[in-house]
């Protein structure tokens, strides 16, 4: 399994950005994403399942972020709306066959990051 992130950049305060995960391989796995500012831990934000597509994220994004998948393009968006300076951070994808969505060590495959800068 493979996954390529893509889509981060620089933006504005109250702007959008679409995050894109390509995932190849197995495509039924539970997908998350996760970010990691500087000097900070790394944290869930959001996560869709590969069954039932239910969609999981942290409270500190609801409402602002929405996660979706395209099984026909084996691609997972994460869509983020209202951006804050305090979302600036490396964005990764990570999948597997997940038990509890919020945590790391559930996930066996990793893309590399994508940089998320959000100016005030």
């Known amino acids: 399994v493979q996954l390529q992130a893509s889509g981060g950049g620089l933006v504005q305060a109250g702007g959008s950005l679409k995050l894109s995960c390509a995932v190849s391989?197995?495509?039924?796995?539970?997908v998350g994403w996760f970010r990691q500012a500087p000097g900070k831990e790394r944290e869930f934000v959001a996560a869709i399942t590969g069954s039932s597509s239910s969609e999981y994220s942290t409270d500190l994004v609801k409402g602002r972020f929405t996660i979706s998948r395209d099984n026909a393009q084996n691609t997972v968006y994460l869509q983020m709306n209202s951006l804050k300076p305090e979302d600036t951070a490396v964005y990764s994808c990570?999948?597997?066959?997940?038990?509890?969505?919020?945590?790391?060590?559930?996930?066996?495959?990793w893309g590399q990051g994508t940089q998320v800068t959000v100016s005030s």
């Open positions: 391989g197995r495509t039924f796995y539970t």
């Open positions: 990570a999948a597997g066959n997940v038990g509890t969505v919020s945590k790391a060590r559930w996930y066996d495959y």
